[in-house]
Structure formats: C-alpha cells, structure tokens
C-alpha cells in the first residue's frame, strides 16, 4: 500500500509465509468467518478473486462474503451479507490470527473500528489451514462479534501502526476513495488489442507494478515482494520507465529519481565517489555496490525529460549526472574508455557467502559498456540542452573512444565476448547480457554495434538462449549451467541464479530486441507466453523474479524468486508501449519517434498514452499483405496537448500532429526474420546433476575462470 505494509496470501494449503507484514514483521498471520458456531477460515474459501485494492472472497452463495484491501497501512475488511438468503439476526464475526505483538495492540483498543458494534472475545480457536501447523507458537487469535443487524454492508478497519494515539477517527469511505484514485491512475493510458489475455496482462502489469511503488523512507519502487523490500538502484530505474513513464504517473517519476539522487556519495576520498546507491533502506543502510545503477540513473534523468519536458527538474538533477559522469571517467575508466568493475558488480551480482562471485564478469562486462556509451551520450545530449558546454568535448572524446575500442575487444567475427577480464582474456560464454548493447540506448542514440553484427547476435541469442516461455542466463551448452533454480539437491539455488535460471525482466526485454532486429513473430510468441504467465504461474496477476531454466517431469514450468517481480511487470508493459507499438515520446524536441513492430496477425487495436499534458491516442487497421510486403495504416490524434508535435516515422518522414485532428501514417515493414527458439536439452550429462556442489567448490577457489584472476568488488 506504499507504506512498507503488504499482504501475502496463497490459496489452498500452500505452506508459504502468508500475512499482513510490515518492515517490522509479522502483523497479522490469518483470518475467517465465524457464522453463527462454525469457522470458515480463509484458505478454505471456494472462491478467492483478485481485484483492483484487494481480493474478495466466498465460502457459498448462502454465507457471507469477504473483500480484503490495504491502504494507507490500514487493513479493510468488508463483509457483505447475502440477506435473500439468510436472516438479519443472524451472529457474524471475524476472527485474525496475530502475532503476540499485534495482539497485544488489538487488547488495548483503538485498532480495531467498525460500522457496527462489536466487541472482542479472546477464546482460543484453532486455524484450520495446514500451512501453519509449524508456525503457530507466537500467534494469537482473536475473535470479533458483531451485534446482529439488518446492514448488509459490515465495514472493518484495523490500523496496523500500533501506536498509542487515542483520536484516530475511522474513514469507512477511506477504500472507495483508494479504489477511486487508483482507477484515476491506471487508467490514464489505455491498451486495446483486440487480444483479452494481452490486454487482461498489461492491465495486471500496470497494477501489480504501482502496488511496489512505496514512500519509505522517500519515494522509491521495491524490487520484489516478499523479500526485496528496500529501494534497489538498478532494479528501480529498469522498471521506472514500464511502471511509471509509459503509464504517466510523471510525479511519481520525478519523486523516485529524486530520492535516490539525495544518496549519491559525494565523499570524494570514497572508492564509489559519484555513484547512486545500489541499495538503500528506511534504517539508513545504503550501499553503493555496483556499476550499472548509476548509467541506469542518468538514462532515466534523460527519459523523464523526454516524457515531460521538465527543464526545471532537468535542472535539479544536472549537478548530479555531471558528478556521476565525471567520477566515472577520473576513477573507473580504463586507457582504452572502457568503464571498469568488479566480478558481481553487474546486475549478475550473486556471491558465495557475500564474498566470490557465483558469475564473475570482472573487470569489463559488455552490458556495462553498452550503458556506460548510452549514459556519455544522455550527457551529452543533456549538457547541450541546457547549455552546460564545459563538459561536453571531454564526454564525445570518451564515447567516441568507447565505440572505437569495443568491437576490437568484445567482437571475434562470430560473437559478442560476455566480459573482457583483467587480464584482457576475453570470457565468450553466451548470455543474455548482449541484448543490452541493443536495447539500452534512448530514440537519438545509436547502439553501439552495427546493423550486421545485431542480426548475427539475434540469431545466437534467440537460437542458443531464448525457450519458448523466456530466456536462459546462461547457455545449456556451458558446462556451469545450471537447468532448476529450486527443486534441486545437488546444488544450493544461487549456483543457479546467473548460471543458466531465468529471469523475467530479460524475457520481456527479449521481446524489445526481437522486435528490434525484424522477428516480430518471435517476439509475439514469447509475449504471448509472458502474458499468459500472469495468470497460470505462481502470483496471479504478476510476474515472478525467475523460472526454472527447464520444466519438471510433469512438463510444468516453476516461477522461483519473488513472486512479483517490478521489473518483470514492468519490462513487459514497456516492450509493449515503445517496442511493439513503437511510440517513444521525445517532448524536449516535440516529437514522437514511431517505429513499430507489430506482428502480422495483430488485428485492429488501439492505444492512448499519456504526456506530461494531454494524451496521444494511437489506433491501427488491420495488416495488409500484398506480394509478400506487410502494410499497416495508423491514425494518430492529441488530446489537451499544449503544442503541435511531429511524428517521425520509419521512413524518416516527418509529419505534423496538430491538436485534435487525426492524421493517418502508413507503415510498410521489413521482413520478418523468424528464428527457431532453443529447447531444452534433456538428454546432456549435466556437470552440476553429475557433481554435488560442482562449481561451488570451483568458485570457492575463485576458479571459475580457470586461471585467470578474479577482480574483486567493491564490498569484496
């Protein structure tokens, strides 16, 4: 609910950590219905609904029926009674199973409030849901007794901040309000495909993905329900743009980047001297732990501009990204412009008990790279916009010397290296890491490898990485791969993490380098199958952190990681809106770049995306096909805009958008270029099924290089 307050409930008997918790723990563990002398207890309800602010519950058309929604850290709980079919007299009442501490604060009053009368009956009752029968010493339960009546509607409030205030005054319009507010929100833009279950996931993604935008200790996203509840630099500005730019919530935009810039260290005697925290907490704990967080900042400070127009807090943020810049070239860049790391530096950050790398990358990651050329260029592009020339000359001769060196030392004439180590040894294992080198740069930039070589490492990517259900960490044909992120023996789970698990993000931002390389059907069978996730995996209506590389003996799929995952949501909204729709705002030259990428089969559709003011509304015709070249016509129109935009199309073209008046844009495509997607391969004699605890006996010794040495982080 944006106050480090969640709740976490699965249904059935799953033995998972369910409740209402806050940042301090355990609040509320459980809760059910006592209709007159039986106990209907939750995981035993025969329906359970997710819906916008809550979930909704039902034992039976003839017993009452429950929504549950946070808010504001308070709990809601309404109970609605079904009066056709049962008397107004009858005895309702709610029973919470609690921790002792939180018992204690129901006890003493002022907690709990209701529309009716009630009073608090502490018999002990037995929780009937079998994932607590381990779990049950230091909880409590407690037992609400409504006085009968006719209202159909009982409204319960329980403040989950135990505090000793006697004057709180209970708003049972409070939900309605959220509820209000959050359809405000979400609804600002707006996706028809004409496809339910896509259009269904981009709404859930939208929604899922603004439940971790939070306020503690200053506004930030988290990066994943349950357990990564702290604002983590690289995890929020990946997802900053699919939860918060494509869906308008511009304050909120600003906000996060904002909180984050008050961290930057600017100690100047500190090894991380320039950077934005990799991770800081409501305690005060902040860590600075990584390479790509701060170009990751410095991408977003550019987008948001693009998005809004915002010179003023462009402004603001100036002093920071110009200290980032700078820190990074006079204490991390290498004589060749390469900006240097450590082994778990990168977003591949795992380490055997804090310390060695589980996928070491040190000393020159390719994905590093990519954003360390994207973030000189949003620099320059940023110091030219607003006049601030000092710097600039300094930063092309860094980009330039970047671009000029990388292919001589990533590219062999086959491959992408993944890292060039220390000792200048180039590490060609296959991962997914050089999607980055397309993806990452902004409407003006260029990446920094050519058209040819991103068709031939398509080609790599899709055949070698890419499953039908998402993209491996690792190739299989590596000896470290590592097939079940959980459900294996042999190994502990971060062996597998970067080594061959599956990451949701990375399958989503799949789909924007298929589309950017001409496969759109590759890349609309691998949305359709994320789609499709939301509601078949794990949390529904969500993305999880992970999936196992293969499926079970039963062919199922299993999400590991957190159940929902912010830049999972996130990457997968955002492929849509500027990848597969193709709209990229760039309001700091009023103008639109449009290059769309959707699919053949796609049928009429239409889109309204937000601007800092007023809408784009975006609809398109069905695809037409003659002679074998794909044709699409779409119409563009404003809404509320402040000033007339140009639309800068495929063809270079430009073309003016006016107000209110539509204009109509022809699209002739590329040929697709469909690639085989891999497969798993479960006949191979995998090293880590053969060997218990195979390579961590190997990166215990630091080995997984074979002899070439580590480079240790910054926290090493």
Known sequence: DNSSIYMMFSSGNFALPDGILSSKGLLIQDFGLKVENKFYPRCEAELIKAELGGFRLSWGEKLPKMFVALTEGICHIQIEKNLDVTPENYNISLVLFSSKEFTECIDKGNTIFSSVDFSINNTNIKNKCNSFSQKTKNICSRIIDFTPSSCHKISVQIKLVCTEEKNFVPDFNLLNTKIESLNKKLSKATLSTGINSLDKAYSWAKYSGYQLLTKEPSYGIWAGLPWFRDNWGRDTFIALSGILLVNGLFDEAKNVIRGFSLYQDKNPSSKTFGRIPNRYDAEGNIIYNNADGTLWFIREVVEYGMYTDDKTFLEEMWPVVKTAINCD??????????????????????????????????????????????????????????????????????????????????????????????????????????????????????????????????????????????????????????????????????????????????????????????????????????????????????????????????????????????????????????????????????????????????????????????????????????????????????????????????????????????????VSFQKDIYLDFAKPDFERKYPCLQKKNFLEKIVALEKYNGHHLPTHTSVH
């Open 329 to 666: 070239i006079s204490l991390r860049t290498d004589s060749q412009g390469f900006l240097t790391h450590g082994d778990a530096d990168t977003w591949m950050d795992a380490r055997l008990k804090g310390e060695n790398a589980w996928s070491p990358r040190g000393n020159r990651a390719n994905d590093i790279q990519g954003l360390w050329k994207t973030a000189l260029d949003c620099g320059i592009y940023l110091a030219k916009f607003l006049g601030y020339l000092e710097d600039v000359q300094n930063w092309i001769d860094h980009s330039e010397l970047l671009s000029k060196n990388f292919l001589k030392k990533f590219w062999d004439g086959e491959k992408i290296a993944d890292c060039i180590l220390q000792d200048e040894t180039p590490d060609f294992r296959c991962r997914p890491n050089q999607m980055f080198l397309v993806t990452t740069p902004l409407s003006f930039q260029e990446p920094i490898i050519p058209t040819e070589i991103r068709q031939k490492i398509t080609e790599t990517v899709t055949t070698e990485l890419i499953f039908p259900y998402g993209i491996c960490s690792l190739s299989q044909k590596d000896d470290f791969f590592h097939p079940y992120h959980i459900g294996c023996k042999n190994y502990q789970k971060d062996a597998a993490y970067h080594n061959g698990t599956i990451w949701g993000f990375n399958s989503a931002l799949a789909v924007s380098f298929l589309c950017k390389n001409n496969s759109r059907r590759n890349a609309k069978e691998l949305l359709f199958n994320l789609s499709d996730q939301f509601f078949s995996l794990g949390c529904i209506g969500s993305l999880s952190e992970n999936l196992n590389a293969f499926p079970d003996k039963n062919g199922d799929i299993i999400p590991t990681g957190t159940w929902s995952q912010a830049w999972s949501v996130s990457e997968f909204n955002r492929s849509i809106i500027q990848d597969i729709l193709g709209v990229k705002p760039n309001l700091l030259e009023n103008k639109i770049v449009f290059s769309p990428e959707i699919p053949e089969d796609f049928p009429a559709g239409s889109a309204k995306l937000p601007l800092t003011q007023g809408y784009l509304t975006l609809r398109w015709e069905t695809g037409l096909t003659e002679d074998q070249e794909y044709q699409r016509t779409f119409y563009f129109s404003g809404e509320n805009l402040p000033t007339d935009l140009e639309i800068q199309c495929p063809d270079n073209q430009l073309i003016k958008l006016k107000g209110s008046t539509e204009v109509l844009v022809n």
